[in-house]
């Protein structure tokens, strides 16, 4: 029992330190100085000219994020597919359920054009 908690406290130790080391180092080595020249936004070398801050379609994002939850959920694909011959019907069931959903949701933002990236 004793060395359970050992292993628990060391994670802890070690969850504690790695971000604080960094941190620390980063104090010690940054700059002290600073200057127009040291604080002005650099960007290939062009000053900018005008707002800096420019606004991206939402198209990205959402794009971004379909690709992403079609990507994790296929992941959980693996194991049902690699432990196919050992299932029960039931479970086969459910996941072609499950791909079904997923087809279900490609074809949805298909059609609501998420897909498109121009």
């Known amino acids: 029992m004793q060395n359970e908690w050992l292993y628990i406290g060391i994670f802890l130790v070690i969850g504690i330190i790695v971000p604080i080391v ?22 290939c070398g062009i000053e900018t000219v005008g707002d800096s801050w420019v606004q991206f379609k939402a198209q990205y994002y959402i794009f971004a994020l379909v690709f992403l939850v079609f990507d994790v959920e ?42 498109e990236w121009a």
Do not use: C, D, H
């Open 22 to 43: 960094p941190l620390v180092f980063s104090r010690l080595v940054a700059p002290r100085k600073p200057n127009p020249i040291k604080q002005s936004t650099y960007e």
């Open 74 to 115: 296929t992941v959980f694909l693996f194991p049902w597919a690699l432990s196919l011959k050992q299932l029960p019907l039931f479970v086969v069931l459910e996941g072609v359920l499950f791909i079904g959903i997923l087809v279900a949701g490609l074809v949805y933002a298909w059609r609501k054009g998420m897909l």
